[in-house]
């Protein structure tokens, strides 16, 4: 059995503001200290990878937080979905089953469009054994963190917390 996770990443907000919104929704979630501009959500019923509330919350987000997010989800390591929401709307998805298009909006729309060429093959590639290694590779080339990948609410809740998080004030619940 491989992984299934579903998060959010936003770029521009701080922890503490991601948290009071969190709280002022009634959303049960965990979110990262900010790296370089980047915040990463575990929300709890996302956690079951339902892609209506996906999608709920990543308009919400978007729209409440004034940035761009992107959900990420797993699916027992074997499909790959990146949906980017901007202005409380979905703007773009990439999945990697099916048509794998999206990815250089994406990249173009996050400011770092220059890594297209590095990551356009990498997910291009109709199978990849382990989904969260591709994962991997498009957060790195990203400059996004480490902890965006192969994380989510049901790991945090299971005390399978990333390295960089586990010093017990790093990772802050909603």
């Known amino acids: 059995m491989g992984n299934f996770y579903c998060n959010f990443t936003t770029k521009g907000p701080t922890q ?10 009634d959303l049960d979630a965990y ?13 709890e019923q996302t956690n079951d990878l339902d892609g209506k509330l996906i999608d709920d919350l990543g308009c919400k987000l978007s729209q409440g937080l004034g940035c761009d997010v992107l959900a990420a989800l797993v699916a027992d390591d074997d499909i790959l979905c990146l949906v980017l929401y ?31 060429p590095f990551l356009w093959p990498l997910m291009q590639l109709p199978y990849v054994i382990v989904e969260s290694w591709r994962h991997s590779w498009f957060c ?33 619940h909603s």
Do not use: H
Request: one cysteine or more; a positive charge; charged letters at 25%.
């Open 140 to 172: 790195r080339l990203l400059g996004m963190p480490d902890w965006a990948v192969a994380t989510g609410y049901r790991y945090i809740q299971q005390d399978e917390i990333p390295p960089d998080l586990d010093d017990g004030k790093s990772l802050r």
């Open 31 to 43: 979110v990262t200290p900010r790296y370089k501009r980047w915040c990463v959500i575990y929300e």
């Open 86 to 116: 901007r202005d409380g709307r979905q703007f773009v998805e990439y999945c990697s089953r099916g048509p794998t298009s999206g990815i250089s909006t994406i990249c173009n729309a996050l400011g770092r469009g220059w890594v297209v």
């Open 16 to 25: 503490e503001s991601v948290l009071s919104f969190l709280r002022s929704n």
